[in-house]
């Protein structure tokens, strides 16, 4: 069966980024999202990374919450497919709507949280299906504020993070802000270093521990942030890659690949 993927997207909705893959072995590499990502397996297993405890087997119908700046990967296992659903929004967003619903405290659990509850799934793909039809937007905010409103993750197992920006010192916030602000940066690993006021072999560690990357991998992780945000909003493919600093056309599709699991092209289309 061949694999197939679909992302939805609306305007009117600016919040929010869907997406459904069937039968797909795309391998990510570590990465993170500004953004609340909630996902359901549909079919077959997939392995997260990104734990404390280590990888962490995922089955079919179950529901997934990853607060946004964590460092994870979802893969299938070797030689194996699966199928899966997720949804990106806007935590600020998701805050709103959580203290609308509750009248009181944050939106969603700062860490991982792992759901086997059947009707949970079963909410998600219903709200999931609606937001790929052809149901008018106002239809599909209803329902958006509706699952969000009434998700109770409290209760639910939970999945201890290995790396947490929290932990990050005065001098590796300064390195984070600056890749964040200029991800297109080039400069080597001792100027980073003395930007956080300690040696290139405390700041890998340091920084590993607050983002679960190195400075370069989390560099790249930015750049790829503000493409699909680019590619949204209709840039194209061969300008972006000149101007988020990758060396050639080939390279940029490659590392996006590599974080999103689809080209340039078939994100933005």
């Given at each position: 069966m061949s694999s197939t993927a679909q992302f939805w997207r609306d305007p009117n909705l600016p919040y929010v980024e869907s997406r459904r893959a069937c039968d797909?072995?795309?391998?990510?590499?570590?990465?993170?999202?500004?953004?609340?990502?909630?996902?359901?397996?549909?079919?077959g297993v997939s392995v997260f990374s990104g734990g404390a405890q280590g990888p962490t087997r995922i089955q079919a119908g179950s529901v997934v919450f990853v607060p946004a700046d964590c460092a994870h990967a979802c893969n299938p296992l070797p030689d194996s497919a699966w199928s899966y659903q997720m949804l990106h929004l806007d935590p600020r967003w998701v805050d709103a709507v959580r203290e609308e619903a509750q009248q009181h405290g944050p939106a969603l659990l700062p860490q991982v949280v792992l759901s086997h509850d059947s009707g949970l799934y079963q909410a998600f793909c219903r709200l999931n299906q609606l937001?790929?039809?052809?149901?008018?937007?106002?239809?599909?905010?209803?329902?958006?504020?509706?699952?969000?409103?009434?998700?109770?993750?409290?209760e639910q197992p939970v999945i201890a993070l290995a790396a947490d920006p929290a932990r990050a010192s005065a001098g590796v916030r300064r390195v984070m802000d600056l890749l964040q602000r200029d991800p297109q940066q080039t400069g080597p690993l001792e100027y980073l270093a003395e930007l956080a006021g300690i040696s290139r072999y405390q700041l890998i560690r340091a920084f590993r521990a607050a983002t679960g990357m190195t400075p370069h991998a989390y560099q790249l992780n930015q750049r790829i942030i503000q493409a699909r945000a680019s590619l949204q909003a209709g840039e194209a493919s061969a300008a972006l890659a000149q101007r988020l600093g990758f060396a050639d056309q080939a390279h940029f599709q490659r590392v996006f690949k590599a974080h999103v699991g689809v080209t340039p092209g078939l994100y933005k289309a």
């Open positions: 797909s072995r795309a391998n990510y590499k570590a990465h993170s999202h500004p953004t609340v990502s909630i996902g359901a397996v549909d079919r937001l790929f039809s052809c149901a008018g937007w106002q239809d599909k905010e209803a329902a958006l504020i509706e699952f969000i409103g009434a998700l109770a993750t409290r």
